[in-house]
């Protein structure tokens, strides 16, 4: 795994600011390739300071080996991202105490006009060639990075003409319980013949019942939907064409489906006895929750186009998330009968435009500019499928973002940045009328439009060509989750035009600290304060199942530290650890008074690792995560308590040649009982989860 300090803007929708790449002779810090999706800068000098973690595919293959969650394997490598819940929801599993916003391709995944929590599962990992991940709230890629930008880069085409192709095939089971077995296979073509590449997959997976440390069945999340007693489908593919020089014109497509098969139901736990909701058989009520994704792309470079570099993307996405039902209160309404049953749906369709154009080498090669705008269309709605009634109306954001960012040499030691970003967005609703369960009151529909700059700096100072310090502000832009402020209105006359908890959350970041590479070793430290005066926080309602919106004023700092240490050739021993604390405005008098919970920020956490290679076929991975325990507090009482928990997984790779890759890996090695962190902070009897007890899985992977 690699981490930079790296630009991180207002445009800074980045594109590929290598770590220090084309830097100065004096400047020696290894160079990190980070694509153009991700930062739009071109290749440059420095750029604005911030951190940068990429997930290598040696990272995400050593990962895969011991989980296939996604959420699990980037946990275990950003000790600032929350614990995974194991689950199809991805709730509470926030980045720097705030959501990140999830990518392909440089394709927006998370919808914050509804935010269902399930953008973590919108493509099968088999696709993916590397995750880059830009930490800390910023407005570089326009809404919704409220925690950062997590963006996944698909299979690239072979450098060379021919064919590649890789099989994988892999299962799992638990050690202790039953109905555990799991089981996919993943099939890759990579082509490349002159002008033209072309890169193709599809993947099936059979997951079976998760059991906890005691071989109890884990409890199904019937609500927000499991990973547990699911299959899920993907089909991918990327047609490149090269001309005129270096010109590409490239086409992506992936299509995701994920289906629970709906034959668990849980028994509710006892938090107070410590014991978790489990699993018996029995077919859930309704259609089992589903996940459907389409990601599309087109892509267009032209590198040399007025003495700079050009950069387009057309976008599309649109994902159905299907919730699991019930005769919940909030659905129940005298004109549908008595004793209600329904479930809901998020339908949300996403459209966009990028445009950028960057020129280097001004002012004696000291000077690099980079100018564009971004243009988005993001449709959302909540339905009940069974009674046709719409829990969130229609809703309707159109913005656009001019934007301008500046990189400047003074020194050959000195990278100065600086840029704006123009937010431009109209939230657009029709007149609706909420479900009874909230009055069946009647807001007056309208628009309401917000505009707002956004301005970014900062400063990476090469103090030799081995050690840096940086520091750096920005302002970060993102919506509230608009569809759960507007279904929970209660009281009549409400206009949407009016309404205040509409408003965008704005933050104001900073971050400082200072990096070391060495030889063999490498070290990073660095400090975050994110503020917002109208922040947006996550409030559990038990009864319901559901999490409201309180817009409070919100205070989030933290440590993060990083170092990596080779030994020897072939072993390599990797350190992180983080610190997060997060307060808001509970009581509206103006002062950060109260502890974010679970739902809102990551514990403090340590993760350690050990990489080693034995000899040319034998390799080995071990590493360690521990959670540290927290007290929460509410007003100046306590509220919640998290107990902490640690856990060991490992995995044995050996290479045998033209058999292919064999890999055996163990996740939650000492098979430790533990209850996962939303649950413990923000949960109720009904979703009191137990994480996995220990699970061995078997690898093969063939590249020919």
């Known amino acids: 795994m690699s981490f930079a300090v790296r630009p991180f803007a207002l445009a800074l929708a980045l594109a590929g600011v290598a770590h220090a790449a084309d830097q100065k002779v004096a400047v020696e810090l290894r160079r990190i390739e980070v694509s153009e999706s991700t930062l739009r800068m071109p290749q ?26 996604l959420s699990d394997a980037i946990g275990n490598l950003l000790p600032s991202f929350a614990p995974s819940t194991q689950k199809l929801s991805s709730r509470g599993q926030t980045l720097r105490g705030r959501n990140p916003l999830y990518m392909i391709d440089g394709v927006p995944q998370s919808s914050p006009l509804r935010n269902g929590s399930r953008d973590a599962y919108t493509i099968d990992p088999a696709m993916i060639e590397r995750i880059e991940i830009v930490e800390g709230s910023n407005s570089m890629q326009g ?18 003409d021919g064919v590649r192709q890789e099989v994988t095939v892999n299962t799992s089971a638990p050690t202790r319980g039953a109905n555990g077995l799991g089981y996919g296979a993943a099939y890759l073509l990579g082509w490349r013949s002159g002008a033209f590449d072309l890169v193709a997959g599809a993947s099936w997976r059979k997951r079976g019942m998760y059991s906890d440390a005691k071989g109890r069945l884990i409890g199904v999340d019937g609500t927000q939907g499991d990973l547990m007693d699911s299959v899920s489908t993907d089909g ?11 010109r590409r014109l490239q086409l992506t497509v992936n299509r995701f489906d994920l289906q629970g098969n709906g034959d668990y139901t849980a028994v509710p736990g006892d938090m107070a006895s410590n014991l978790p909701t489990t699993s018996i058989r029995g077919k859930q009520p309704g259609d089992a929750p589903r996940n459907r994704v389409l990601t599309s792309s087109l892509d267009y470079r032209d590198p040399a186009l007025a003495g700079g570099e050009l950069r387009a993307q057309l976008y599309h996405q ?29 339908v949300s369709t996403k459209d966009g435009a990028r445009l950028s154009w960057a020129r280097r080498g001004l002012l004696d090669d000291k000077l690099t500019l980079l100018a564009g705008a971004d243009g988005y269309r993001d449709t959302t709605f909540q339905e009940l499928t069974h009674t046709g009634r ?67 700096v900062g400063a990476v100072w090469y103090l030799t060509g081995r050690l840096n310090l940086f520091a750096s502000y920005a302002e970060g832009y993102t919506l509230p989750d608009v569809g759960r402020v507007l279904r929970a209105i209660n009281q009549p006359g409400q206009n949407v035009a009016d309404f205040l908890d509409l408003k965008p959350v704005v933050s104001d970041n900073r971050e400082a600290g200072a990096e070391y590479a060495g030889d063999r070793a490498g070290a990073r430290v660095s400090y975050y304060v994110s503020r917002s005066r ?73 993760n350690l690792s050990w990489t080693q290679r034995w000899n040319d076929a034998l390799s080995s991975y071990l590493q360690l995560s521990h959670a540290y325990s927290r007290d ?33 890996g163990v996740q939650n090695l000492a098979n430790r009982q533990f209850i996962n962190y939303v649950s413990q902070t923000v949960g109720d009897d009904d979703s009191y989860f137990a994480g996995r007890g220990r699970v061995v899985s078997l690898t093969w992977q063939q590249a020919f």
């Open 318 to 346: 649109k994902n159905r998330e299907l919730f699991g039902g019930g005769r919940f209160a909030t659905f129940q309404d005298p004109a549908y009968g008595l004793n209600v049953f329904d479930q809901s749906q998020n």
């Open 143 to 160: 809404l919704g990075a409220a925690g950062g930008i997590i963006n996944i880069i698909t299979k690239q085409a072979p450098k060379q």
């Open 236 to 246: 991918f593919a990327k047609l490149g064409y090269d001309f005129a020089g270096a």
């Open 390 to 456: 719409h829990w969130v109306p229609d809703s309707t954001y159109t913005g656009w973002a001019p934007f301008l960012q500046a990189e400047y040499w003074p020194l050959e030691s000195l990278s100065l940045s600086g840029g704006l970003r123009h937010e431009h967005g109209t939230l657009e609703v029709p007149t609706f009328r909420t479900l009874a369960a909230y009055n069946g009151v009647t807001v007056q529909g309208g628009s309401t439009s917000f505009s707002k700059t956004l301005p970014n």
């Open 44 to 69: 440059s000098q420095g750029a604005l300071p911030t951190t940068i973690t990429v997930i290598t595919s040696e990272d995400l293959r050593q990962q895969l080996a011991i989980t296939p969650d």
């Open 632 to 664: 929460f507090a509410t007003l100046g009482r306590r509220s919640a308590r998290f107990d902490g928990y640690s856990t060991a997984d490992a995995y044995l790779k050996w290479h045998s040649g033209s058999a292919g890759d064999w890999t055996l």
């Open 534 to 606: 109208l922040g947006s926080v996550l409030v559990f309602d038990a009864p319901n199942q559901v999490y409201n919106v309180m817009r409070q004023r919100t205070a989030i700092s933290g440590w993060e530290a990083r170092a990596n240490w080779q030994p020897f050739d072939g072993t390599r021993l990797d350190a992180s650890f983080a610190i997060n604390r997060g307060r808001s405005d509970r009581n509206g008098d103006g002062q950060v008074d109260s502890d974010l919970d679970g739902a809102n920020i990551a514990p403090n956490r340590l």
